[in-house]
T-cell receptor, first 113, second 111 residues
C-alpha cells in the first residue's frame, strides 16, 4: 500500500514569512494529492489538491507543487497570517481510488504575530 | 446538505464497556473510513469500506469492528473498551477516494 512521509512535524514562522511543508510517497500509481487543514478542535478540511497531470496549482496565498519523478509534493503558504496556524495533512491516493487512504503524520504550523 | 454526521461528540466509557460510534453521509459516497487521531500520530486508518457490504482493515484495526449495510451508514463498534482507545475519532467519506469529507469528530475517553 501507499506510504506517505511528511516533514517537518512542527514549523514556526513569523507573520508575513513563507511556510513550506513537504511530503513524499511510495506508490508510483498515486495520482491525486490533497492537502487538509485542521484548526484546533475542528475537523480536517481540504484546502488545495493537485492531480498528477499538473506540476503546480495555486489558490491565492497557497500553492502545491508536484514532482512525480522524485515522488514528492509540497505545500507553500506565502504571506502567512495568524489564522494559518493549524495542523496540515497531506495524502497520496492511487488511481482508481478504491484503496485505503492514508495520511501523512501532519505538520503543526505556528504563525507568530 | 448535512454532509457527514458523526455522533456522539463526546463519550466517556469504563474499561470493558462496548459502544458504537455512528457515522452517516448523504452524498452517496461509496468510500467511507474511520480514523483515530492521537497527539503526534496523525490520522491513523482503522477500517474502511469501498461500498455497501464491503469492509477492510486499515492500519490499526484491533479492538474495532465495522459494518456497511447501506451506502449511507458506517458505524464503528468498540467491543471491549480499553484505555489505549482513548482518542479522537473521525469518520470520513469520499467519492472514489478523492476529496474526503470528515465528520465533526468524537472525543472518547476510556477510564
Amino acid at each position: 500500500g501507499e506510504n506517505v512521509e511528511q516533514h517537518p512535524s512542527t514549523l514556526s514562522v513569523q507573520e508575513g514569512d513563507s511556510a513550506v511543508i513537504k511530503c513524499t510517497y511510495s506508490d508510483s500509481a498515486s495520482n491525486y494529492f490533497p492537502w487538509y487543514k485542521q484548526e484546533l478542535g475542528k475537523r480536517p478540511q481540504l484546502i488545495i489538491d493537485i492531480r498528477s497531470n499538473v506540476g503546480e496549482k495555486k489558490d491565492q496565498r497557497i500553492a502545491v507543487t508536484l514532482n512525480k519523478t522524485a515522488k514528492h509534493f509540497s505545500l507553500h503558504i506565502t504571506e502567512t497570517q495568524p489564522e494559518d496556524s493549524a495542523v496540515y495533512f497531506c495524502a497520496a491516493i492511487p488511481s482508481g481510488g478504491y484503496q485505503k487512504v492514508t495520511f501523512g503524520i501532519g505538520t503543526k504550523l505556528q504563525v507568530i504575530p | 446538505n448535512a454532509g457527514v454526521t458523526q455522533t456522539p461528540k463526546f463519550q466517556v466509557l469504563k474499561t470493558g464497556q462496548s459502544m458504537t460510534l455512528q457515522c452517516a453521509q448523504d452524498m452517496n459516497h461509496e468510500y467511507m473510513s474511520w480514523y483515530r487521531q492521537d497527539p503526534g500520530m496523525g490520522l491513523r486508518l482503522i477500517h474502511y469500506s469501498v461500498g455497501a457490504g464491503i469492509t477492510d482493515q486499515g492500519e490499526v484495526p484491533n479492538g474495532y469492528n465495522v459494518s456497511r449495510s447501506t451506502t449511507e451508514d458506517f458505524p464503528l463498534r468498540l467491543l471491549s473498551a480499553a484505555p489505549s482507545q482513548t482518542s479522537v475519532y473521525f469518520c470520513a467519506s469520499s467519492y472514489r477516494g478523492q476529496e474526503a469529507f470528515f465528520g465533526q469528530g468524537t472525543r472518547l475517553t476510556v477510564v
